[in-house]
């Protein structure tokens, strides 16, 4: 069992950054892949960014890539998500997720997941 704690969200001007970040608790998070989504207000969950156990492969929506960074620290259980050049479209609440069975970090549907944070809140003020 895996508890996801995300933080770092808040109010952002267009072209700004932001680095969230998503603490885990309890076993197994050194075995997991991990990804973050985001909702956007009327719209369904998307996939942002995954990132396999050990760091070693990374993988990013067309919408994000080369703007934003996924990393972790797995002597820390935390996992980031770097933020740069934020649009106003990148509104959203941004959710941590961990894969507790090994699949690609291509697998990129939520129903892949079974572990969830609670989010943090992500708004373009443009």
């Known amino acids: 069992q895996v508890q996801l704690v995300e933080s770092g969200g808040g109010l952002v001007q267009a072209g700004g950054s932001l680095r969230l970040s998503c603490a885990a608790s309890?076993?197994?998070?050194?075995?997991?892949?991990m990804a973050w989504f985001r909702q956007a207000p009327g719209k369904e969950r998307e996939f942002v960014a995954a990132?396999?156990?050990?760091?070693?492969?990374?993988y990013y929506a067309d919408s994000v890539k080369g703007r934003f960074t996924i990393s972790r620290d797995n002597a820390k259980n935390t996992v980031y998500l770097q933020m740069n050049s934020l649009r106003p479209e990148d509104t959203a609440v941004y959710y941590c997720?961990?894969?507790?069975?090994?699949?690609?970090?291509?697998?990129?549907?939520?129903?892949?997941?079974?572990?969830w944070g609670q989010g943090t809140q992500v708004t373009d003020t443009s």
């Open positions: 997720a961990a894969r507790s069975y090994p699949s690609s970090v291509r697998n990129c549907s939520d129903r892949t997941y079974d572990y």
């Open positions: 990132i396999s156990w050990s760091g070693g492969s990374t």
């Open positions: 309890g076993r197994g998070f050194r075995t997991y892949a």
